[in-house]
């Protein structure tokens, strides 16, 4: 079972810090992908860590304003938000893959999902 929390309304400019925590199941070996779905849109990939957090990758998009993290012990994997912008509007999902790094941008290739988070970015 994996729980998002975190989101909520923030103003263009705004910070928030997305956390998803896991349980049932052991981590570490999952490397971890945040997606997003904007209304009347696809799925996005946004963010991805490795299993051992050596390597972290961004869209460009969202490059030098978001930063992915996580915590093997809590099992717990965030997302912080800086900068943020209405075009960031979106349900937030965290997922869980043991796939080969190079699938880490393809939603298909992620095996546990969470149910996601509501991010709004409005004046």
């Known amino acids: 079972q994996l729980q998002a929390s975190g989101g909520g309304l923030v103003q263009p400019g705004g910070s928030l810090r997305l956390s998803c925590a896991a349980s049932?199941?052991?981590?570490?070996?999952?490397?971890i992908g945040w997606f997003r779905q904007a209304p009347g849109k696809g799925r996005e990939w946004v963010s991805s860590?490795?299993?051992?957090?050596?390597?972290?990758l961004n869209a460009y998009s969202v490059e030098g304003r978001f930063t992915i993290s996580r915590d093997n012990a809590k099992s717990t994997v965030y997302l912080e938000m800086n900068s943020l912008k209405p075009e960031d509007t979106a349900v937030y999902y965290c997922?869980?893959?043991?796939?080969?790094?190079?699938?880490?941008?393809?939603?298909?290739?992620?095996?546990?999902w969470g149910q996601g988070t509501q991010v709004t970015v409005s004046s």
């Open positions: 997922a869980f893959t043991k796939e080969p790094w190079r699938w880490t941008k393809i939603a298909s290739r992620y095996e546990y």
């Open positions: 860590i490795s299993d051992s957090a050596d390597i972290k």
């Open positions: 049932g199941f052991t981590t570490d070996d999952y490397a």
